[in-house]
């Protein structure tokens, strides 16, 4: 299943965050420092790592000796579901330690977001106190204002953009300035696609499962084309599942390879018009990340889709 959009804001609440996310690398002094210093701009944020953290499974195994089985059910269902929790009145962030350092680094930021963000703050306190949940398309707001809050700061705002355009578009590019940055391959490319000023975008896979009617399949989980491919383009379609039939099966990295060569790729619009494109794969355990950006400058609003389009099961 393609993942509900979490990162898009209206300008003006894109501001708000941006302005927030300034105003913390200033008080800690994290521009051009690398990688982000997570640390200091919590630290300036006055916020502090849980030293117990409820992620802990001693520490919920304990809670469950104390308190019997049905509260730890009940602690544990809400905490699988996030990974990481602000408590407001105790200025203390909670971190699911079993996640990799980078995806972490974000989650940090992520949470410091919800605390410095003041219409956010003030409510949560209210949330908190209260034992009160916010209404969904509240909380879904604030989840995006967070997300972007972290990614604001991980990549000190335009600071990856300018160092990413120094060398020739690639896959390789996000990769290596993002592990200086600190932050996850999955963060990069978002980031790179987010602020680049081509037509690219970056298709998100769930990792290959083998199937016994196609070889193997592949779920589409995220699309996230550059500004400028939505403004020539409109937009991209794909299948919900990539299987070895697709266009896009060429750039999901062979077994035991973490990369798949430059290739190019037609995609057709919905006037049957055909446009080139260039695109390469990267893998980790979890994720193929597709890159792509357009061959020839064209100008054409349309939503593109595979040459041969049709939905697969
Ligand atoms: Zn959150």
Known sequence: MIKPDDSSLTAEQYTTVRNSVIDLLNKSDAWGRLPTPIDD???????KLAPISAFDEGVIERYARKFGLAAKTLVKSAIDKVLGILDV???????????NKEKQNFLKLHETGHNELPHQRGLFRWVQDCKK??????SELFEREANIFASIALFQDGHFAKVTADSPFGIKVPLAVGRKFGASAYASFREYVRRNEKACAIIVLNAPTPCNIHGFKSDVRRIDPSPEFVRRFGGLVLPETITPDSVMAKFIPATGKRMSRPNTLALEDRNKVVHEFVAEGFCTPFNVFILMHA???????????????????
């Open 41 to 47: 701009v919590m630290a300036a944020a006055k916020l």
């Open 89 to 99: 009145h105790g200025n203390i962030v909670h971190i699911d330690g079993s996640v």
């Open 133 to 138: 949940m916010l209404e969904p398309d509240i």
């Open 295 to 313: 061959k020839l400058t064209l100008n054409k609003t349309t939503i593109i889709m595979p040459a041969g389009f049709k939905a697969s099961a």
